[in-house]
């Protein structure tokens, strides 16, 4: 019976040790992206500090074994599982460098995990267990718990409990493991009472924490943006959140700002008009990201247009964007409309796998943060795209910013033209987020900008659209190379950019 209870025991242990370590990755390259990065640094830590663990484990008794290993499934349990609340609040509210708690917290909670195995190794010693059965045993059950949990985390649990309640979570099986081992070895023990009365303190103490995440979540985000925080919720794909201050309603995405309702209409009609203005003909658009149907309505302007194929992702956000009524006002119901279809799906797959052609495209995806997102900026995907337009059409891209991140601009535009586009590199003036630019390109090799604006606008017009296309002196074409998946070097480029700015 206790050879089992531990065997179940290491399983839970190591499920939850991978656990911390996946939260921890997950939360930091959430909240500084560049996920590569954070999970490299995260995990290299984390090792670390588990390889510092299993050494420090040696100093311990042999008469004390059993309670030190309840010791640190409680301890282990309560900072691991209150780590995402920790680390969360940190961010939104203390003003120590948040990178030194994540390390600072990723290396307590690795130290502890550390010692785990090496003392409940030495426990079934005690059982008179023989070596070789030992390892084994130990061994593949703690790889059993790191599979599970690799493949629970990102299917089930983040998405449908969020990274605050999952830590919770975990912390909380720690505890119980600290719990069902005082009772099994109560004789053992050297004060059981006070042990199993603290593993019910952390126990309850981690049950109202995962009780009250979602009020904690909101408290941490409040810091975080500032501002009335009406809707708030956590996807497979991402952290949503819509804020309110007086009339500005502002999205953001992973903490992130995406859009503010007092000047949006800048962006969306910089995005959409120059290049659709010049297409009078122009029936078939597909816009790629811009699931909040902002983009679609500047596209629904325009009477010539038909059908307009939105594909994004994330069904949440559009999902947000089409029931929300304060939302649902700023994007005039655009994703409702009759001629728009919303598909939900990943862009790149879907350009491979569908044949439509159209005679305009947006493409409007978040700027390059990480990996995942570079790859929608790279060469072969803009080859895929250019199987999608028409030979007269055009398509426009959003850039980043040619001032705050002029490598990450002009990779972009270099990036077209290595896939076969001739560019029109472009920008616009938004307060919230500053010079913003964009690339128009084609397949064909002229454009004009258009004369004039045909369509209601509160930017634009003629004199305006055209001075889009002026560069200052201080924002000149820079000779860049172009974004290949093998080196991705536009995330790298977008991360050094906004680094010095950030400074």
């Given at each position: ?407 990450s601009f002009w990779s972009i535009a270099a990036t077209l033209r290595e896939a076969g586009f001739h560019t029109w590199p472009y920008h616009c003036y938004v307060p919230s987020f500053g010079d913003w630019g964009f ?65």
């Amino acid at each position: 019976m206790r050879e089992r209870a531990l065997i179940l025991s290491v399983l839970i242990v190591a499920s939850c040790g991978l656990g911390y370590e996946l939260i921890g990755s997950a939360l930091s390259s959430y909240l500084l992206g560049d996920s590569v990065l954070q999970f490299s640094t995260v995990i290299g830590c984390y090792l670390f500090a588990m390889g510092v663990g299993s050494w420090l484990s040696r100093f311990v008794r042999d008469e004390d074994v059993l309670d030190r290993f309840v010791d640190v499934e409680l301890l282990v349990g309560l900072l691991g599982g209150m780590s995402a609340a920790i680390l969360f609040v940190a961010f939104a509210w203390l003003a120590v460098p948040f990178r030194s708690s994540l390390y600072v917290t990723i290396f307590a909670i690795g130290m502890m995990v550390g010692m785990e195995i090496p003392l409940v190794m030495r426990i079934f010693n005690r059982q008179r267990t023989e070596f070789r059965e030992l390892v084994s045993r130990v061994l593949a059950f703690d790889y059993l718990g790191a599979l599970a949990v690799s493949l629970v985390f990102p299917l089930l649990l983040a998405p449908r409990l969020g990274l605050l309640r999952t830590s919770f979570l975990f912390g909380m099986l720690n505890a119980c493991v600290a719990l069902w081992v005082t009772h099994l070895f109560r004789a053992d023990l050297r004060r059981p009472r006070e042990q199993a009365l603290r593993a019910a303190l952390v126990l309850g103490l981690l049950g109202t924490g995962f009780v009250f995440s979602n009020q904690l979540t909101s408290w941490a985000e409040k810091g975080l943006y500032g501002d009335e925080i009406i809707h708030a919720e956590t996807t497979p794909y991402q952290r949503l959140a819509v804020t309110r201050w007086h009339d500005d309603l502002r999205l953001h995405i992973n903490g992130n700002l995406q859009f503010s309702s007092r000047d949006e209409h800048r962006y969306h009609e910089a995005l959409v008009h120059p290049g659709l203005a010049a297409l009078p003909w122009a029936r078939n658009v597909l816009v790629l990201g811009g699931g909040d149907g902002l983009a679609v309505r500047e596209i629904l302007k325009h009477p010539n247009v038909a059908h307009v194929t939105l594909v994004d992702l994330d069904p949440a956000m559009t999902r947000l964007f089409s029931t929300s009524q304060p939302l649902l006002a700023l994007n005039k119901g655009s994703l409702t409309d009759p001629r728009v279809r919303v598909i939900n799906a990943d862009a790149g797959r879907w350009l491979e796998e569908n044949t439509d052609m159209f005679d305009f495209i947006v493409v409007d995806f978040p700027d390059p943060t990480n990996f995942g997102l570079g790859r929608l900026y790279s060469v072969p995907v803009y080859r895929l795209m250019a199987r999608h337009l028409a030979e007269q059409g055009y398509m426009v891209v959003q850039s980043t910013s040619p001032y705050f991140a002029p490598r990450s601009f002009w990779s972009i535009a270099a990036t077209l033209r290595e896939a076969g586009f001739h560019t029109w590199p472009y920008h616009c003036y938004v307060p919230s987020f500053g010079d913003w630019g964009f690339v128009l390109a084609g397949k064909r090799s002229d454009y004009t900008v258009p004369r004039a604006v045909r369509v209601p606008t509160r930017y634009l017009d003629p004199a305006t659209m055209a001075e889009l296309f002026h560069f200052p002196a201080d924002m000149q074409p820079l000779s860049m190379p172009a974004n290949r998946l093998n080196e991705q070097s536009l995330v790298r480029y977008f991360d050094e950019d906004w680094r010095k700015v950030i400074r």
